[in-house]
């Protein structure tokens, strides 16, 4: 399924928008690693890593399979656009600025850079970050959904 300039949600003042392939809760789990990782070099430059450290970090399996689900996650998210409105300020921009490998004999190396601009959305007083340890210990896509819904939203009701 892909999406055209489908607005996602109205939050006071805001609007998201998103145009782009449709993403799950694996890609949110690779997303918010990536905005993990770019937090610890400053959200501005590349950072390196590769595929095995990666799926380490997301405790998947280093088969073939996962790799390669790693490197089409990468594609969409690239591919993803996303539009935030609010009052007169626009932003538009992809989730990822940049990604970039070099085959190596033991392993791939890449180097990804998130927009800035786009960084500054995920800055810590922003956004409730799910650590990755916590959503491995959340299972199915519906739980991995509803505990992000949860713990993301300030305004929530408490839930037990």
């Known amino acids: 399924m892909h999406y055209e300039s489908e607005q996602l949600a109205t939050v006071g003042a805001m609007r998201i928008t998103y145009t782009g392939a449709a993403l799950d809760q694996h890609d949110y789990d690779v997303w918010m690693h ?5 937090r610890e070099h400053g959200m501005g430059p590349k950072v390196l890593f590769t595929l095995r450290s990666f799926l380490d970090d997301l405790s998947w ?33 992809h989730l990822v600025d940049a990604i ?8 791939e ?8 601009e786009m960084a500054m959305f995920f800055a ?5 970050y799910v650590t990755i340890e916590d959503r491995k210990n959340v299972r199915g ?14 305004s929530s009701q408490p839930v037990s």
């Not at 990536?34 to 770019?38: E, L, P, T």
């Not at 190396?109 to 800035?116: E, G, T, V």
């Open 61 to 93: 399996d280093k088969s073939g399979k996962s790799m390669s689900r790693l490197r089409m996650i990468f594609d969409r998210l690239f591919g993803a656009t996303v539009v935030i409105e609010m009052g007169k300020h626009r932003f538009q921009g």
């Open 124 to 128: 810590e007083e922003n956004i409730a």
């Open 141 to 154: 896509m519906l739980a991995k959904w509803l505990h992000a819904y949860i713990v993301a939203d300030k």
């Open 100 to 107: 970039s490998y070099s085959a190596d004999v033991t392993d």
């Open 34 to 38: 990536m905005v993990h990782r770019a």
């Open 109 to 116: 190396k890449y180097y990804f850079r998130l927009s800035p």
